[in-house]
């Protein structure tokens, strides 16, 4: 028996998820790339993990990478949300306002939280490959309003919106 594709779909547009913008720094420049696949995986030692599409360019410039950065985002970072997500979306613009770790990994002051991360696996999965990072390094800046992927759309929730 196979799950049909349709009912797989269906299922994870309906299931929020939160939204990170990966970076890093490439031979061939900087990469960024929108994900709603993130995940913590361990505390000791700190790791993370997230997939990518294998069919994407820059997710195959990431994962040649020697490390990355992990920005989540708040609801702030709607629009460079968006860019990332599409293949010709402007990257690091100076409106942007992304800066350089040392090391020259690009990452976006403001975010709710950037991981300084080195690969610690990646292992193809189907048309993806699935990334394990280890954190090397945290930034944290106060939490305004996260920033959540439903139904092939963003949206903002509010510390009100408790149950």
Do not use: W
Not at 34 to 54: E, G, K, Y
């Amino acid at each position: 028996m196979s799950a049909d594709p349709e009912d797989f779909k269906h299922a994870f547009r309906h299931h929020p998820a939160g939204v990170a913008v990966i970076t890093a720094q490439s031979p061939d420049g900087p990469i960024g790339l929108t994900v709603s696949s993130l995940a913590s995986v361990t505390l000791q030692p700190p790791l993370l993990h997230f997939s990518v599409s294998t069919a994407r360019y820059s997710a195959s410039r990431l994962l040649s990478a020697e490390s990355f950065v992990v920005n989540t985002l708040g609801a702030e970072h709607v629009d460079i949300a968006r860019a990332f997500a599409r293949s010709d979306g402007p990257r690091f613009t100076p409106e942007q306002g992304f800066a350089t770790l040392p090391g020259g990994d690009p990452y976006l002051p403001g975010a709710h939280a950037v991981l300084h991360c080195r690969f610690a696996s990646q292992t193809p999965a189907g048309d993806s490959t699935v990334c394990v990072g280890e954190i090397t390094d945290i930034i944290t800046s106060e939490p305004g309003r996260s920033l959540v992927y439903v139904d092939r759309e963003f949206y903002a929730l509010n510390s009100s919106d408790r149950i």
